[in-house]
């Protein structure tokens, strides 16, 4: 079976329904995440006195999720287009999983400062009355931005697996298959296609560089330009992107063990990455270290009242902070940092392991980040006899809970209805470098441009130990008869069928198992299998409402057992399929076409109108009759 086929039924296999552990996964996920829901309806009705914030803590585990799940969605960009740039071929199977991880972690992520706002409905009040000034207004621009582009480039880089899995439904079309056609926009694989997709795919890795660093650099900002100990600091720029890509790639390393794990994906997603990501992983937990280490000598060495005592908070005694504090060092940075830079062999358990530690331990940071501060103001609580304090209530543990539940969700259930692996350039990369360039080990597709120079190999080994023993008679293998298949087309009780005759020595081959199969763009669809019965014929329906190139479709019938005659093989083109109207323009409107479609132009006319209008009409205007009457009275 050709490659295509080979990979297309295997992400085929990932879309089955789920079994009872997938059903109880699903079903536990479904109910955390309605439970997370009514928390924060129940947070509504009552307001925020139900959680744990107060006139001190006003930030709390909702800013740190936040903080937490925009550093994630940084896989996408560090994984996908940075290795894309950069060309990096053993990125091909991974950048799926990338892609998606940016965009539900954004979805995820953004709401959490609209939940700890408590009043929704003033995020409004972030446009009506926005300033330019404000960081806050910059995050909202930089997020939204991020979000737009993720999406595009999450789906743009699908568009190619979409055509080939809407090609690759016998039968009937499905709802699947009809969604799969409707959102490939017409793609067919031509060249000028794929030209064009090329380039969409290099301008948007190229941009979505700088915007995805962007945000976590104004994230920082909003941290960085508040007079607030610990948080005044020029390094948070850099502190927090370097986190944030820190955290990202021990995601996707997470993320790559389940599905390989649950799919069964170990051909695909091989040692290499994992230990190619390794290797990057312990280069960004160096530099998170080091960035840690100046910032907090930097803040020790000073030792000014306020920063002493925040400093005293985090690291002094066994109180709550502090223990949390060593556990990020200690657990989330060192241990990590040896479990990568000893190298196991062919084994991914440590590289999981240390990134499910850097996941936690980089929770916990954001988390220290933003408590610890809040409680340590310039004048000291105990002066005005207050003792201020935080603790999530089960609200925002709730809440909270939801959230990454509802993260994991969409991960499900994306996973179920589109390739996790990149089809296409998982084929295109074996066909042009090779599987042991893109890290893949693809092992049950038949290599047959190998087996010639091993068997000349075997052959002139053999010859040459009949000569040196003396042999004078060189004994010639007579060759076995190989069987002959035909192909034919008959109808039996009103059906259309599809017959293949295998005949040895002029005579019907019984118990002979012959697979059925149609030629389609990208390789060879299954239709069945069946053995051949006394007469030598065997059976299958014909695959009506295919489409097929002027009404024609090509059968291949292939003898699989006996393993003797498995090399045989015949083919046929049949009247039935549905005709393939032709395309007289190359490019539609779509998003990887020259063409933009009229929604998308519309949408961001409306938008940019609509907030560009918004500033220029609250702006104020010079009044003449009032610089006048100011004027005079100065006089």
């Known amino acids: 079976m050709e490659l295509q086929q080979h990979v297309v039924e295997k992400m085929l296999g990932t879309f089955a329904p789920f079994g009872r552990a997938g059903r109880i996964w699903l079903g536990a996920l479904i109910v955390t995440s309605l439970a997370g829901l009514s928390a924060y309806c129940y947070q509504l009705v009552f307001g925020l006195r139900v959680t744990g914030m107060r006139e001190y803590v006003s930030w709390g585990v909702y800013m740190t999720n936040f903080v937490f799940f925009i550093g994630v969605s940084h896989a996408g960009t560090l994984i996908s287009a940075i290795l894309r740039v950069t060309n990096a071929d053993w990125r091909r199977s991974i950048?799926?999983?990338?892609?998606?991880?940016?965009?539900?972690?954004?979805?995820?992520?953004?709401?959490?400062?609209?939940?700890?706002?408590?009043?929704?409905?003033?995020?409004?009040?972030?446009i009506i009355h926005g300033r330019l000034n404000s960081p806050i207004l910059w995050d909202v621009c930089s997020i939204a931005t991020y979000i737009c582009g993720s999406l595009l480039y999450l789906y743009v880089a699908m568009i190619p697996d979409l055509g080939i899995l809407a090609s690759s439904s016998a039968g009937q079309p499905t709802l699947r298959s009809r969604i799969y056609k409707f959102l490939s926009l017409g793609y067919r694989g031509a060249p000028e296609q794929r030209r064009y997709l090329e380039r969409a795919l290099a301008t948007m890795a190229v941009i979505i560089i700088p915007v995805a660093i962007s945000v976590h650099t104004v994230v920082s900002w909003i941290f960085g330009m508040t007079l607030r100990p610990g948080w005044h600091s020029t390094i948070f720029g850099p502190y927090f992107v370097i986190g944030a890509i820190f955290s990202g790639t021990a995601a996707i390393i997470t993320a790559m063990a389940v599905f390989r794990k649950v799919y069964g994906l170990e051909e695909y997603l091989t040692y290499r990455h994992f230990r190619n990501l390794a290797a990057l992983l312990f280069a960004l937990n160096l530099l998170y270290i080091y960035f840690t280490l100046s910032e907090y000598l930097t803040v020790w060495y000073t030792s000014e009242s306020t920063d002493k005592r925040l400093i005293d908070t985090l690291m002094g005694g066994f109180g709550s902070y502090g223990l949390m504090f060593w556990s990020f060092v200690v657990l989330g940075l060192f241990v990590p940092a040896v479990l990568l830079a000893i190298p196991a062999k062919k084994s991914i358990v440590p590289i999981v392991v240390a990134a499910v530690l850097i996941n936690i331990g980089m929770w916990i940071k954001r988390y220290l980040i933003i408590i610890p501060t809040l409680l340590t103001t310039f004048i000291p609580a105990a002066a005005a006899g207050a003792t201020p304090r935080y603790f999530p209530t089960w609200v925002e543990w709730t809440v909270s809970a939801g959230a990454l539940a509802f993260f994991l969700l969409l991960f499900t259930l994306f996973a179920k209805w589109f390739p996790i692996i990149s089809i296409w350039e998982t084929v295109e990369g074996v066909e042009e470098l090779g599987a042991e360039r893109i890290g893949v080990e693809i092992k049950s597709v038949p290599t047959t441009g190998a087996r010639g120079p091993v068997l000349a190999t075997a052959v002139c080994v053999i010859a040459a130990v009949f000569f040196v023993s003396g042999n004078s008679a060189v004994a010639q293998e007579i060759p076995k008869p190989q069987p002959k298949i035909t192909i034919s087309s008959s109808v039996e009780e009103g059906k259309k069928m599809i017959v293949a005759t295998v005949m040895l020595d002029g005579k019907p081959l019984s118990g002979a198992r012959v697979g059925f199969f149609v030629q389609r763009r990208f390789g060879l669809m299954t239709l069945g299998a069946e053995e051949t019965i006394d007469d030598g014929t065997a059976a299958v329906t014909f695959p009506e409402g295919l489409p097929g190139e002027e009404g024609k479709l090509q059968i291949v019938a292939q003898i699989q057992t006996p393993a003797e005659y498995a090399s045989v093989q015949t083919q046929g083109s049949f009247d039935g399929g549905t005709p393939i109207r032709a395309q007289t323009n190359l490019f539609p409107r779509a998003l990887w076409s020259p063409h933009a479609p009229f929604a998308l132009v519309f949408s961001i006319v409306s938008l940019l109108t609509i907030v560009w209008g918004t500033y220029v009409s609250l702006s104020p205007r010079p009044n003449p009759l009032a610089d006048i009457m100011s004027a005079y009275t100065r006089l």
């Open 95 to 126: 950048t799926r999983m990338a892609e998606a991880i940016t965009v539900f972690a954004l979805i995820v992520g953004a709401p959490q400062v609209i939940i700890d706002m408590g009043r929704p409905d003033r995020i409004l009040n972030v």
